[in-house]
């Protein structure tokens, strides 16, 4: 069974900063892509970020290009996203997720794409 653990969330102003940590308890963590997605109230469930599982692919939503950067340390089976420029439309709960599949190159957007998910980490920004 695997275990994804997510941790940094938190308040912040609009234009701080705040960095998401995802623990894995898996040793095949190296093996697979992993995602970052966020739930605001009320909307849908949406994807922020994915890493393929070399890291050297990644893949972001348009909303935080240039503001949100995801990394990964498999050594430490662990993945990151450090959040630059926050805006109060980045408040939402944020998971980790794990890829079908292992050795996928792409780090797909679709939901469906991942099957394992952490509990959440709140963010919330100020205005």
């Known amino acids: 069974q ?11 102003q609009a234009g701080g900063s705040l960095r998401l940590s995802c623990a894995a308890s898996t040793r095949t963590f190296s093996s697979y892509t992993m ?13 922020v970020a994915g890493i393929n599982w070399s890291g050297r692919g990644t893949y972001y939503a348009d ?13 430490k089976n662990t993945m990151f996203l450090q959040m630059n420029s926050l805006k109060p439309e980045d408040t939402a709960v944020y998971y980790c997720a ?3 599949g292992q050795w996928r190159p792409i780090p797909g957007p679709a939901a469906s794409d991942y099957d394992y998910w952490g509990q959440g980490t709140q963010v919330t920004v100020s205005s």
């Open 98 to 100: 794990r890829a079908v």
């Open 35 to 47: 995602g970052w997605f966020r739930q605001a109230p009320g909307k849908e469930r949406e994807f």
């Open 63 to 75: 909303s935080v290009k240039g503001r949100f950067t995801i990394s990964r340390d498999n050594a």
């Open 2 to 12: 695997v275990q994804l653990v997510e941790s940094g969330g938190g308040l912040v």
